[in-house]
């Protein structure tokens, strides 16, 4: 059974800082990992994804992956009232291992204080 | 712009009474998700599409089918809601397998009285 760890939350940030949203994976097989962002009664929508060891920024958001940990994180710099949401990670195992679909951890529901 | 398209937003359906959740898309992706999601829960896959290529999740009830009659639309028919299957479902679209990331649509909010 393929797992996706996150801390539930809520985490809460002060407007203007970093936040910190880590998530770990049991699969170590797994390629691709994504992040998204779900604000209440919303669907899924796609922030970043990382397919190799280390950092990828855009704009605001650095993911960064470390395969050997199984652990992957996302950063947002700058933190905005607009950013409070539920982020989802999601991982996607290597193709031809069986299912395509991505399997979610339930998310870390992220406040930013004004 | 281009998008994934779910038809209603909102549906309400009575205990045991069939239902059919849509989904359109004009990405021209090939492959095609539905997920369910809980209240506070993650969302878990049903089954995806691969062009008209079907894959159905282990542990998906028989009670979901699926449907793609061409590359653009994809139907999610529930054949006897229970109370259980209140959720969002979510459908997805991906350009291919592999290394592809996945656009979701706004969903359909199914509730069952």
């Known amino acids: 059974q393929k797992e996706v760890e996150q801390n539930s939350g809520p985490l809460s940030v002060p407007e203007g800082a970093i936040a910190s949203l880590n998530c770990t994976y049991s699969d170590r097989g797994s390629q691709s990992f994504f992040w998204y962002r779900q604000y209440s009664g919303k669907s899924p929508e796609l922030i970043m994804f990382i397919y190799s060891n280390g950092d990828k920024e855009d704009g605001r958001f650095t993911a960064q992956l470390n395969k050997a940990s199984q652990y992957v994180s996302l950063l947002i710099r700058d933190s905005q009232p607009s950013d409070s949401a539920t982020y989802l990670c999601?991982?996607?195992?290597?193709?031809?291992?069986?299912?395509?679909?991505?399997?979610f951890g339930k998310g870390t529901h992220l406040i930013i204080q004004p | 712009d281009a998008m994934v398209i779910q038809n209603p937003r909102y549906q309400v359906t009575q205990f045991g009474k069939p239902v059919t959740l849509s989904c359109s898309q004009t990405?021209?992706?090939?492959?095609m998700y539905w997920y369910q999601q809980k209240s506070s829960q993650a969302p878990k896959l049903l089954f995806h599409y691969y062009d008209k290529d079907f894959n159905n999740e282990a542990d998906t009830p028989d009670n979901f089918q699926s449907r793609r009659p061409n590359t653009s639309f994809c139907f999610l028919d529930i054949r006897s809601p229970g109370l259980g299957d209140a959720a969002m479902y979510l459908c997805?679209?991906?350009?291919?397998?592999?290394?592809?990331?996945?656009?979701f649509g706004d969903g359909t909010r199914l509730s069952i009285l």
């Open positions: 999601a991982v996607l195992e290597a193709p031809g291992g069986g299912a395509d679909g991505l399997t």
């Open positions: 990405l021209n992706h090939n492959v």
């Open positions: 997805a679209t991906s350009r291919d397998w592999g290394n592809q990331p996945q656009h």
